[in-house]
């Protein structure tokens, strides 16, 4: 318990950061709304510009547009970006900081198994997920009372907020993963940048274009928005793969972490 509230409080203020990053950028994107429904036919000639393949990475349907669900997921792909970035660092650094910060030594001769080391780290990143997530839904809640944005599907809505989570336990799975394979990681950002900017290229690149085996390897296909809101639910191949990837990342990191050598300070 010790080690948990040690970690919740050591990521508070790097959480707060990235909180409020989410939130600033949906007020921006979202704050922009109003002018845009009021003069939609200019915003569609303008979008119609760009590539298909710029189209379907930025989620944007050009028959939906005139409508909230149409234009937030232009504004989500850029939020998920972002949410996957802190996530993965957050994954890489959780266990890896003990041997940057050099306090690996003090606290691998307390009298607690590495096991346990890992499920205290483990459950305070995933607390501070959570935590950021409560409060940029609950920030995105009062955006939309304040902005006019007109009559909505609000469970629609609330569905495509949610993969925001599917995606960060992901990305967060694969950075914790990846770290417990160097002895020490003294900078995780360009490895973070690296991973989520490469699978959102297999995203860009590939998309369904490859058939449905394809959305398999980048995360970023695994929630579609345009199902979403056409089907009115998750697409439940894609849940079950989240959960492998996250839960055979977690059982990796548990097996090598417990069993390799540190070195000593």
């Known amino acids: 318990m010790n080690m948990y509230v040690h970690e919740l409080r050591s990521l508070r203020k790097s959480s707060f950061i990235w909180a409020f990053a989410l939130v600033a950028l949906a007020a921006l994107y979202l704050s ?15 979008i119609s510009g760009y590539p298909p393949t710029v189209r379907a990475l930025l989620g944007i349907n050009l ?3 005139s409508t909230l669900l149409g234009f937030y997921p232009m504004v989500f792909s850029f939020i998920v970006l972002c949410g996957a970035v802190q996530s993965m660092q957050l994954g890489l650094s959780i266990l890896s900081k003990e041997m940057s910060e050099r306090t690996a030594d003090f606290l691998l001769v307390k009298p607690v198994s590495r096991s346990a080391i890992v499920t205290s780290k483990v459950f305070a990143a995933l607390t501070m997920i959570l935590l950021i997530d ?3 839904f609950a920030a995105l809640i ?3 009372q304040v902005i006019d944005v007109g009559a909505f599907d609000r469970q629609l809505f609330f569905l495509i907020n949610v993969t925001l989570v599917f995606i960060q336990l992901i990305f967060f799975a694969l950075g914790l993963a990846i770290s417990v394979f ?6 995780v950002l360009p490895i973070t940048l ?3 900017i490469g699978f959102y290229m297999l995203f860009a690149l590939f998309g369904k274009d490859r058939g449905e085996l394809f959305r398999f390897f980048s995360p970023f296909q695994y929630f579609d928005v345009g199902y979403i809101l056409d089907h009115g639910t998750l697409e439940w191949p894609y849940l079950l793969a989240t959960a492998v990837v996250f ?5 990796i990191s548990y097996l090598v972490f417990t069993r ?3 070195d000593a300070i």
Not at 36 to 46: H, N, R
Not at 182 to 187: E, I, P, S, V, Y
């Open 182 to 187: 160097f002895r020490k990681l003294k900078a």
């Open 194 to 196: 690296g991973v989520v």
């Open 142 to 144: 009062g955006l939309l």
């Open 63 to 65: 028959e939906r547009l």
């Open 247 to 251: 839960l055979v990342c977690l059982v």
């Open 134 to 136: 409560i409060v940029f």
């Open 32 to 46: 922009l709304y109003p002018g845009v429904a009021k003069d939609v036919t200019a915003f569609k000639e303008l």
């Open 260 to 262: 390799k050598d540190i």
